[in-house]
């Protein structure tokens, strides 16, 4: 009876002892395993730094008129995707042509007016030409002959005074001498003065010639003004079609037929989404070792793919500092805070066909710095 009686007892304290061999063996065991998945972890994680700080950026277009007018057309509505050169929307274009067509026709008086002013100048060209050629040299050489009379006239006269005051030839004949001297200063006066004439007359036909030029001059201006004014109604008339400048998704639109629109005035925005980035916001302390043209991975929230892509560039200021009221650390209650600093993200162009990024979605990124 004692021998049954001592069966359990050794069974029960047999019990603890392996319970023990058990977890000291788990313990040995898994203790190198913790701690080479921890190793493991330390590894893959030194050269990666990560922020869900993140999200999607691109450009907004924003689409605004060039012309005053009333909206005839509106071809797109919200969310609609369109190509760079889709006719987004058409202005009203007949007061424009109209005004056009005025222009048009006021550039055909100046042109007619630019020929005739071409041959008043051809004209007055000819006229002074003739007048400053050969009758001024004709008249020249009349006057030189006449003064060659004269003088020829007048030494005869002085030759024969004595002679008269001998008697040795008649009054009469003396007379004559003088006569033929007082025809030879008449007619060198007047040959003069036909030279003057002929020489004002070149002058005023030479003003003629300069008041020409300056009619042709302000003729041209006028072309160039109406052609100048013709060329912008054009470029007017081709802004009453607003074109996509981008291929993109129609986003906000505001705009409606009928509705009365003024130079600049914002109509729709395009958001090209096949040209979006990621801007990541890391920590100072993260941006060691981070520079262009590192490895990054990119994990979507919306459906949690994970892109790859490089390091475009860094921000030149912390994202505070360049915000629309900055920190001021000037005054005594300053507080040290650790600043994030945005890194710009290009996704690979294979990797960003995967998935349509939109501004503004959510992500997580990381950058392998080595």
């Not at 609609?80 to 005025?102: C, F, H, N, S």
């Not at 004709?138 to 001998?166: C, F, G, I, W, Y």
């Amino acid at each position: 009876m004692n021998q049954d009686a001592s069966t359990p007892a050794a069974s029960n304290s047999g019990a603890p002892e392996a319970n023990g061999n058990k977890a000291f063996l788990a313990l040995k065991i898994g203790t190198p395993l913790v701690l080479l998945l921890a190793a493991g972890m330390w590894f893959y994680s030194r050269n990666r730094m990560s922020t869900d700080d993140a999200q999607v950026d691109g450009h907004l277009v924003p689409v605004s008129c060039r012309v005053y007018g009333t909206v005839e057309k509106v071809l797109v509505e919200d969310n609609q995707a369109v190509k760079a050169g889709d006719t987004l929307l058409e202005v009203d274009p007949r007061d424009i042509q109209a005004r056009l067509d005025q222009t048009k026709g006021s550039l055909a008086q100046a042109l007619a007016q630019l020929e005739a002013a071409k041959a008043d100048l051809e004209r007055a060209q000819v006229a002074f030409q003739q007048a400053r050629g050969s009758d001024i040299e004709t008249a020249k050489a009349n006057v030189d002959s006449k003064k060659a009379s004269l003088d020829k006239a007048k030494t005869d006269l002085q030759r024969m005074k004595p002679l008269a005051e001998r008697e040795e030839i008649s009054a009469l004949q003396f007379d004559g001498f003088r006569t033929q001297a007082e025809v030879a200063d008449s007619e060198w006066r007047a040959a003069q003065q036909k030279l003057g004439s002929l020489q004002r007359e070149a002058d005023i036909r030479k003003v003629a010639v300069g008041a020409a030029e300056a009619r042709l001059a302000s003729a041209k201006a006028q072309v160039d003004q109406a052609k100048a004014s013709q060329e912008g109604l054009d470029l007017q008339l081709g802004y009453t079609k607003i074109i996509a400048p981008v291929d993109g998704v129609v986003t906000r639109k505001l705009v409606e037929a009928g509705q009365t629109i003024q130079p600049g005035q914002g109509l729709l925005t395009l958001i090209p989404l096949h040209r979006t980035w990621v801007t990541a916001n890391f920590k100072e302390t993260q941006l060691a070792r981070m520079k262009p043209g590192q490895e990054a991975e990119i994990k979507v929230d919306m459906n949690g793919l994970v892109l790859k892509g490089h390091v475009d560039s860094i921000a030149g200021s912390t994202g505070s500092r360049m915000s629309l009221l900055p920190p001021e650390n000037a005054v005594g209650n300053f507080v040290k805070v650790v600043q994030r600093i945005p890194v710009k993200i290009r996704i690979d162009e294979e990797e960003a066909k995967k998935v349509i990024l939109r501004p503004g979605m959510n992500v997580e990124a990381t950058v392998i710095v080595e």
